[in-house]
């Protein structure tokens, strides 16, 4: 089987193993060919070959010339090597998914139209992401009687959101997309907590950082002093460090901009007693269930796979996503020791379900019988 995937990754190019390099290495096992038209990146490109046998095709164009290069070298590609499915990772102003339903409709070849988040679910912080939420379900009005099924990487926010904007159940495909190393994200004998609190991400509104500074004050005028740790950088990196000050908090945080490798990151999160996730809308979150996997509970609003992760009581708190209940949720998590080192004992059982190969493998075959299932129907 050949895939021709319309991807949003732009790391792999310029030799970067993030997430979608490492995906890779399992799906080079599962398919032919795999050809992967992505965005151009901010570097020169360093490789167009993965695995033996993912070829990728960086576009020479910005976000304006998307659509026509996607289509023009789309159809160059089918032509030439006779892809079985489109896998199309939608997202932003669609162009990927507007461009694989034309390559569709001229040439036959299904598509699948992947669908992570939508910026503004269940939370929209601003009009831009509104404005973000609005053009998903537009998209998704006009893709439905276009794409084979919708692919969903988790089975409550997203099917439920879908099912409401007219899409039958038979259209959606729930097939998770979060996978973790289970052996770079492990619980180390002898790690002893040195910080509260972690938070990873990048400094975005979504992320929520401004409302975890607000509960870190709230929670220190109760008479329980954190303090937080946070890796990440982004847009509003100037404005947090600034509330930080203006609350208070100056000597309680510290800001990492950058860890260089798995295993810095690991270590950070056996460092810490809890790790922290604020976010008003995620696909995964990743960074929860690395942190679960090394024996880190997690405080998180239910976002992603959050709700049904933790939803049973194990591994870590839910909690609501403003300020006095992200502060609540930190008093239940850290006010009581023994309590945060029961949920620490549940998290790396809850995280082994994430593991890479198993995952991945559920995902592959997921393309195989959708495949399968396109031609019966044709």
Partial sequence: MRLLMLSGDRQSSVGEHGPFYQMQVEFSRWFERIDVLCP???????????????????????????GKWLVREGTRLIGEHKPDLMVSHDYGWFYNGLAAARLSANTGVPYLSEIHHVPGHPV???????????????????????????????????????????????????LPSLYIDLEAFAPR??????????????????????????????????????????????????????????????????WIEWVDGTADLAEIYRRSRALVCPSTCEGGPRVTVEAMATGTPV?????????????????????????????????????????????????????????????????ARGLHQLVGREAVRT
């Fill in 299 to 363: 405080l998180s609003t239910p976002v992603g796979v959050m709700g049904e992760l933790l939803g049973g009581g194990q591994g870590g708190v839910l909690c609501g996503f403003d300020a006095p209940a992200i502060a609540k949720g930190l008093v239940e998590l850290l006010g009581d020791e023994e309590r945060r080192r029961r949920y620490a004992s549940g998290a790396r059982a809850l995280a082994e379900r994430f593991e890479y190969a198993k995952v991945l493998e559920g995902y």
């Fill in 189 to 254: 004998a002898g790690a002893t907590p040195e910080r509260d609190l972690v938070f990873v991400g990048r400094l975005v509104s979504n992320k929520n950082v401004a409302a975890l500074l607000e509960a870190l004050a709230d929670v220190g005028r109760q008479g329980l002093e954190l303090n937080l740790t946070v890796v990440g950088r982004g847009p509003l990196a100037k404005d947090l460090r600034a509330k930080a000050e203006r609350l208070g908090l100056a000597e309680r945080v510290d």
């Fill in 124 to 174: 929209a912080v601003d009009w831009k992401e509104r404005l973000d939420r609005l053009i998903a379900r537009r998209y998704v009005a006009w893709a439905k009687s276009r794409t084979a099924a919708f692919r969903v990487v988790n089975s409550g926010e997203m099917p439920k959101l879908l099912a409401s904007w007219g899409v039958s159940k038979e259209q959606i495909l729930v």
């Fill in 40 to 66: 151009r990146p901010d570097r020169a490109v360093t490789t167009s070959l993965l695995h033996r046998r993912v070829h990728l095709h960086p576009a020479p164009v910005g976000r304006v010339g998307m």
